[in-house]
Every structure is written in structure tokens, then in C-alpha cells.
């Protein structure tokens, strides 16, 4: 996109976990992502079964259950729809 070329944001796929690891370090920093994060391995399982590319946020109920999808990001995102969904979960409703 534009404007990750714009704002310095362009990497190459990484190829092993490590390089995964070191990329989503970036994230808070330069991003200010203040939400726990999870890595899918190098092999995508979670991308394959959550169609989560490019990249998504879902809040996953008791057993895995989806609860909330967003739209694919980053312009899908709805961080207060995903904050409601996660607040109803935690309190039983």
C-alpha cells in the first residue's frame, strides 16, 4: 500500500519465526499497539483456518469459538466493537 511505502513500513515475508518475532516487535513501538498479540507459525495455521490475511481482529470464546470477527484490517478494524464483544464474553452474557 502507499502509505506503508510512505511511512517506512515495507518489509520482506519473513521466512522463519525469528524473523516473525522481530517484525511484530515493531508493532508497539512504532505502531503503539497496546493489545496482546499473537504469531501464527511460519506455516499460517491460524491465517488458513480464520482467513486472517492480511490481517484481522477476532475474539475467541470458551473452546475457540469465534464470538467477534472484524473485517480484514488494518481499515476493518473496530477496536470498540472488538472491546464490547471481549467485555460481553468476560462477563457471561
Known amino acids: 500500500?502507499?502509505?506503508?511505502?510512505k511511512e517506512d513500513f515495507v518489509f520482506d515475508?519473513?521466512?522463519t519465526l525469528?524473523?516473525?518475532h522481530k517484525l511484530a516487535r515493531l508493532?508497539?513501538?512504532?505502531?503503539?499497539?497496546?493489545?496482546?498479540?499473537?504469531?501464527d507459525p511460519v506455516d499460517a495455521p491460524a491465517e488458513k483456518a480464520f482467513a486472517a490475511w492480511p490481517e484481522r481482529i477476532y475474539v475467541l470464546g470458551v473452546g475457540g469459538r469465534v464470538v467477534y470477527k472484524a473485517e480484514?484490517?488494518?481499515?476493518g478494524f473496530k477496536p470498540e466493537e472488538a472491546r464490547q464483544s471481549l467485555e460481553r464474553l468476560l462477563s457471561g452474557d
Open 1 to 5: 500500500m502507499e502509505s506503508n511505502r
Open 13 to 15: 515475508q519473513p521466512r
Open 18 to 20: 525469528e524473523q516473525k
Open 27 to 39: 508493532l508497539p513501538d512504532r505502531l503503539k499497539y497496546r493489545i496482546p498479540l499473537a504469531l
Open 72 to 75: 480484514p484490517g488494518p481499515f
